[in-house]
């Protein structure tokens, strides 16, 4: 074994981010390392590389026992890691990047001859012989960078290395190359840990695959004797009974939005979305499926670069959530810390933001009618604060994510996404903003709503469109919302998928 | 080509184009005389203009130079006039209190995590005080040494120009912060900073350290270059250099080093300072001009280096989707 973790237990105020862990990897092979959100993959990385401070557990690399301090120590003892954003400089040329810390100096002066000819045999193998080294590192592409990122590493380090979602934002062609490389760095023996959200790739790539969920250690396996259905149950860890479905599916409504062939290059596929009045779609998937991508092109938050949306009226312009608001459209972001509530703000501040945006800032909402807005929403919402004027971030999360449904309410919109509307809420809050979804619905509300938890998802949607990939793979409508057809559709490999239903 | 020499290019190409005009109106330009003076008469703002560069490289900015050119300018004076130390010795003692000033500086912006603008510009202010609480007169600087070896030290060039001790500083300083800058570790550590500094720290650079080191040699620089400017004008004066912090920042935008950090040339911030000062001689020899027209045309230059350095990342950008 080159790389072998024993019962390691991290913990953070309040969680237990890994329960006794163990993980192991042999030289020449390369371990896939999977979990949905918060199962434990990023802090286990973390903990590797010395960026936390293990609580108890042991680590042993070619059988000596290490505890880095630091990702310094932890390269030098020859763990490298290679992230998603390039952990290199832009600005410097690729020989600098390549030898940083170590340029080959001569009486005090770094030697440009030298680095060059150095810089050219650490990439020798790596199959960039078009890259010039005296380049700086910023001109190449991300799968470029990616692959001098790795080049350093394995020169650093050379036991293990770790890839942190290095394929997240690589074109189909630009992961080839990667793995081409990496299947090249496993001949030469090196202990790879593959971390992705790609189950296509994990299954291309990895040799062994490890699950883990909830800080736990679920399953380790061969990657060729693993059945996908079997992986994603490991990984969601959903029992298969039955959640209770929406009572009433309602079917023909108006169509009130139609999207076409929507997509932003490297984060969503083309994909079309009928809306009709007083439907909630359900998005479901797997973490970096695509879910929250989708909402951002239809937002405008990140622009779509291709397709269009159209109503009742005309065209639709989805550039900007300034305009997207303008047609109606509300966003409650899954990250309400970051992306939702101003914290400093006041609830009553907070909830006629949206609102006095749109007005324009030369006609300032009366203070009155505020106050007003804030109290009718505090009350039917029944948002738990001690006053209109109570800073948002005193609250708590249920109540924040209140504020940000008040804020949108208060717009009226015809179309509301809402990302993850209940993560990290109490049970008791979760409940009333399922049974504010349907009210609003009731009302004619449109909503798209974005869920890790598939029984949320059944219990409010009256049609399930998958994603996976990037891509909107199926659609499930009425009875055939089921917990098991999801996960189906999830796990369908390529060829094996089941044609889209309209 | 280099994108990112651009700046660079045109810097040098500009201050041709210009000098070629003034030597059409005016051939008498074309002299090691007016070369001469033009390194003379820039040399303080070239001094400090290294660290400057240095500074803005790194993705900082040193707001607090100008006051401590004056500082340096009065605590010379005032040395010699109150004290029996030979010049030498004073340079010493001056040089170790700006650096330790700027290294101060620098341990406070790392160790407090503060925006070096607030931390500089408090800087400033002291550096201006404390020139103050010295003496609120312009001193003058009298003594043997300056008068008979520093400020009468030059080289005659061929055409009858003069290369005086306080030009070769200059240059010499340049030529010291381009080695500094392009070929040593801490140099590329400079850059790496400049270029996130949370990625630098992955990387490896020493971030607090290299911190104190840069504002260190922006304060050794500013020390040099009241130095310099005292030899120049042979007094210490607690009002002079205001705003030459500005200027300074302008050069080293002129001379195609971008003011976010990561990317320019040290050799560019001296094309810079002779941009400026071919300005100011242009002006001196039409006669007619009023000297403001010094600032409106930097003024114009400064807007045109920022928005090609904007053009330039765009084009970049561009140029690597089409690559991807």
Not at chain 1, 2 to 14: N, Y
Not at chain 1, 28 to 53: F, I, M, P, Q
Not at chain 1, 228 to 238: D, K, S
Not at chain 2, 129 to 152: C, E, K, N, R, W
């Amino acid at each position: 074994m080159l790389l072998t973790i024993e019962d390691l237990t991290k913990t953070f105020p309040g969680t237990v981010a890994l329960d006794g862990v163990c993980f192991d990897l042999r030289a020449g092979e390369v371990h896939a390392l999977l979990g949905e959100n918060g199962a434990g993959k990023s802090t286990l990385v973390k903990c590797l590389t010395g960026v936390h401070a293990r609580d108890s557990g042991t680590i042993w690399l070619e059988g000596k026992e290490i505890s880095p301090a630091s990702t310094l120590e932890a390269q030098e003892a020859g763990i490298g890691t290679v992230y998603q954003e390039v952990n290199l400089l832009p600005n410097l040329t690729v020989a600098e990047n390549l030898t940083f810390g170590r340029q080959p100096t001569r009486f005090g002066m770094v030697s440009g001859r030298k680095m060059r000819a150095e810089a050219e045999a650490m990439l020798a193998g790596y199959g960039l012989d078009h890259v010039n080294v005296t380049r700086e590192l910023g001109t190449y592409s991300v799968a470029v960078q990616q692959i001098v990122a790795i080049a350093r590493a394995v020169a650093l380090s050379g036991k293990v290395l770790i890839l942190d979602e290095p394929t997240a934002s690589l074109d189909a062609r630009e992961t080839e190359t990667l793995f081409q490389v990496v299947r090249g760095l496993r001949e030469r023996g090196l202990g790879i840990v593959f971390i992705s959200h790609f189950l296509d790739q994990v299954f291309e790539i990895s040799d062994r695959l490890t699950v883990l969920r909830n800080g736990r250690h679920i399953t380790t396996a061969d990657t060729a004797g693993m059945d996908r259905l079997e992986l994603i149950h490991h990984m969601l860890g959903h029992e298969l009974e039955e959640a209770e479905g929406r009572r009433r599916h309602r079917q023909g409504g108006v169509e009130r939005l139609q999207v076409r062939g929507l997509a932003r290059r490297g984060k969503i596929e083309p994909f079309d979305l009928t809306v009709r009045e007083g439907e909630v779609i359900g998005l479901a998937g797997l973490l970096g499926s695509g879910r929250t991508e989708t909402a951002d092109v239809l937002f405008g938050r990140t622009p779509p670069d291709r397709g269009d949306a159209t109503d009742a009226d005309g065209p639709i312009d989805l550039r900007t959530p300034r305009t997207a608001i303008a047609a109606g459209f509300g966003y409650a972001p899954e990250d309400r810390k970051t992306d939702g509530v101003i914290a400093d703000l006041s609830v009553r501040e907070n909830i006629a933001l949206a609102l006095q945006a749109r007005r324009g800032w030369t006609k300032p909402i009366p203070r009155a009618e505020q106050r007003r807005l804030a109290n009718d929403y505090i009350r039917r919402l029944d948002i738990r604060t001690p006053g209109a004027e109570k800073a948002v971030g005193d609250l708590s999360g249920g109540n924040q994510q209140k504020v940000v449904l008040a804020r949108w309410l208060a717009m009226n919109p015809r179309f509301l996404i809402l990302d993850e509307p209940t993560r990290g809420i109490d049970v008791g809050a979760h409940a009333e903003i399922l049974k504010l979804i349907g009210e609003l619905t009731a009302q004619g509300m449109s909503i798209l709503l974005i869920s890790s938890e598939f029984d949320e998802l059944i219990a409010a949607s009256d049609r399930v469109i998958v994603v996976r990939d990037r891509r909107h793979v199926s659609e499930l409508v009425g009875e055939e919302i089921e917990t098991g057809r999801i996960i189906d559709a999830i796990a369908a490999h390529e060829n094996g998928e089941g044609a889209m239903t309209p | 080509m280099n994108a990112r020499a651009l700046p660079l290019y045109a810097t040098i190409a500009i201050f041709l184009i210009a000098y070629l005009i003034c030597y059409i109106q005016f051939p008498a330009m074309l002299s090691t005389r007016v070369i001469g003076n033009l390194l003379t008469d820039n040399a303080y703002l070239g001094v400090v203009a290294v660290g400057m560069t240095i500074v803005i490289l790194s993705g900082g900015i040193d707001l607090s130079v100008g006051s401590v050119i004056a500082f340096s300018g009065v605590f010379i004076a005032v040395m010699l006039r109150d004290t029996g130390l030979h010049p030498l010795i004073v340079f010493v003692l001056l040089l170790a209190v700006t650096t330790a000033f700027g290294a101060a500086m620098g341990g406070l912006i790392h160790g407090l995590a503060m925006p070096p603008f607030i931390v500089t510009l408090a800087g400033m202010f002291l550096a201006r005080g404390a020139a103050y609480m010295l003496t609120i007169d312009s001193v003058p600087i009298d003594h043997t040494f300056y008068d008979d070896v520093l400020q009468d030290a030059y080289y005659r060039m061929p055409g009858g120009g003069r290369l005086t001790l306080i030009g070769v500083v200059m240059l010499l300083s340049v030529a010291g912060g381009m080695t500094l800058a392009h070929r040593t570790r801490f140099g590329t550590a400079v850059y790496a900073l400049g270029g996130g500094q949370q990625t630098a720290r992955l990387m490896g650079v020493a971030v607090g350290r290299t911190t104190v080191l840069i504002y260190a040699f922006s304060g050794l620089m500013a020390g040099l270059s009241g130095i310099v400017f005292s030899i120049y004008t042979g007094s210490g004066y607690p009002l002079a250099t205001v705003g030459t912090e500005l200027t300074a920042i302008a050069t080293v935008v002129i001379g195609g080093t971008i003011l976010t950090g990561g990317a320019g040339y040290v050799f560019g911030t001296l094309v810079g300072v002779m941009t400026m000062g071919l300005i100011q001689t242009y002006i001196v020899f039409d006669g007619s001009l009023s000297s403001w027209w010094t600032k409106i045309v930097i003024g114009l230059l400064l807007l045109l280096f920022i928005l090609l350095q904007k053009g330039l990342l765009i084009f970049g950008r561009k140029q690597r989707d089409i690559a991807a």
